[in-house]
C-alpha cells in the first residue's frame, strides 16, 4: 500500500515539475514576445515624432519664403509642433529634459504668437529643429535657449 502511495506522489510531483517548466517557458515567451513590441511601438512613435519634425522645418520653410496666407501657414506650424510634442511624449527615448524643451517650445508657438512669428525667432526655431532632426543635443540646446528668450508675461 505504502509503494503504491509514493508511486502515486512521485507522479504527481514529475506532473508538477513538468506543469510549472511548461508554465514558465510559456510566460518567457509572452515576456519576449511583449519586449518585442514595445520595442517597434518605439520605434514607430520615433518614426512620427521626427516625420512632425521634419513637417515643422517644411512649415518655416514656407512661412518665411511666403508672401501670402502667413496665418494659415503658422496654423498649420502649430498643428504639426503639437502632434511632434504628443509623439515626444510617449518616446523612452527622450529623457524627461528633451521632453520638457519640445513641450515648451510646443506652448511658446501656441501661446505667443507675436514672439514666434518675428524674422529671428523663426531662424532660431528652424536652426534648432533642423538640429533635432540630425540627432544633435545641441538642438535641444537651442530649442531651450529659443524658449527662455520668451517673454512669458506679456504677448
Do not use: W
Amino acid at each position: 500500500m505504502r509503494s503504491s502511495q509514493e508511486a502515486l506522489m512521485k507522479r504527481r510531483m514529475i506532473s508538477s515539475i513538468i506543469l510549472f517548466a511548461v508554465t514558465f517557458v510559456a510566460l518567457l515567451v509572452f515576456v519576449g514576445l511583449y519586449i518585442d513590441e514595445s520595442r517597434r511601438t518605439q520605434e514607430t512613435y520615433y518614426k512620427q515624432y521626427t516625420a512632425n519634425l521634419s513637417h515643422v522645418s517644411e512649415d518655416l520653410d514656407s512661412y518665411q519664403n511666403a508672401e501670402g496666407d502667413l496665418d494659415f501657414r503658422y496654423t498649420r506650424l502649430i498643428s504639426d509642433m503639437s502632434s511632434a510634442d504628443s509623439f515626444a511624449f510617449l518616446l523612452d527615448r527622450l529623457g524627461e529634459d528633451k521632453k520638457k524643451t519640445i513641450n515648451e517650445l510646443n506652448a511658446c508657438i501656441m501661446r505667443y504668437p507675436e514672439q514666434m512669428r518675428t524674422e529671428d525667432k523663426m531662424t532660431e526655431l528652424k536652426k534648432a529643429v533642423d538640429d533635432i532632426l540630425a540627432e544633435l543635443d545641441q538642438g535641444y540646446e537651442e530649442a531651450q535657449a529659443l524658449v527662455d528668450s520668451v517673454d512669458k508675461q506679456g504677448h
